[in-house]
Antibody
Framework: EVQLLESGGDLVQPGGSLRLSCAASGFTFSSHTMSWVRQTPEKGLEWVSSITGPGTDTYYSDSVKGRFAISRDNSMNTLYLQMNSLRAEDTAMYYC?????????????WGQGTMVPVSS | EVVLTQSPATLSLSPGERVTLSCRASQSVSSYLVWYEQKPGQAPRLLIHDASNRAAGIPARFSGSGSGTDFTLTINSLEPEDSAVYYCQQRLHWPLTFGGGTKVEI
């Protein structure tokens, strides 16, 4: 069964850092682009970042560029999101999502999400 | 970035009815439009990709159509479990963008 399991969400103060993880199972992890998408009641779903299968190319939304870093460990089937200089507006549920093989930008499997509240 | 506008925001319907949801793009996305379903407390689930292709395991009562800037998701013969928020997403242009969602209440 294809599964994605996020972890690492926690209450963090503004200006702080946090690293999210997403453990993948049930598919050939290294063959898929992986993404992070966040959701808030106010802004809805927002794409955050993507990384290609080999990890050679990364993409970021303007709202997180320079503060967040996506990475992956294909030997561990794990996706990461390092979040620095966190702001209140980064408060969201963070989902990792699998990109459908050979289909750019199609998110065909999603994890259950991990909550990141940013507050003092 | 491409702005996706979904309408209506909320619908209240009865089981067995047919519903059509709209998604309009601020610029052409060709046929690269995706629909997701999200139930309370759950992650989004892929329903339709590339405007009209049902994802694996999605019942035939779900169908999508459209191209360019105007797209629709139709659900025939609504069932109680179709209560959810439905989102569209375009995958032609970076950044990927999502619509604001339509909440369907059965």
């Amino acid at each position: 069964e294809v599964q994605l399991l996020e972890s690492g969400g926690d209450l963090v103060q503004p200006g702080g850092s946090l690293r999210l993880s997403c453990a993948a199972s049930g598919f050939t992890f290294s063959s898929h682009t992986m993404s992070w998408v966040r959701q808030t009641p106010e802004k809805g779903l927002e794409w955050v970042s993507s990384i290609t299968g080999p990890g050679t190319d990364t993409y970021y939304s303007d709202s997180v560029k320079g503060r967040f870093a996506i990475s992956r460990d294909n030997s561990m089937n794990t996706l990461y999101l390092q979040m620095n200089s966190l702001r209140a507006e980064d408060t969201a549920m963070y989902y990792c999502a699998r990109g459908s093989s050979g289909t750019n930008g199609l998110l065909d499997v999603w994890g259950q999400g991990t909550m990141v509240p940013v507050s003092s | 970035e491409v702005v996706l506008t979904q309408s209506p925001a909320t619908l209240s319907l009865s089981p067995g009815e047919r519903v059509t949801l709209s998604c309009r793009a601020s610029q052409s996305v060709s046929s690269y439009l995706v629909w997701y379903e999200q139930k309370p407390g759950q992650a989004p689930r892929l329903l339709i990709h590339d405007a009209s292709n049902r994802a694996a395991g999605i019942p035939a009562r779900f169908s999508g159509s459209g191209s360019g800037t105007d797209f629709t998701l139709t659900i025939n013969s609504l069932e109680p479990e179709d209560s959810a928020v439905y989102y569209c997403q375009q995958r032609l242009h970076w950044p990927l963008t999502f619509g604001g969602g339509t909440k369907v209440e059965i």
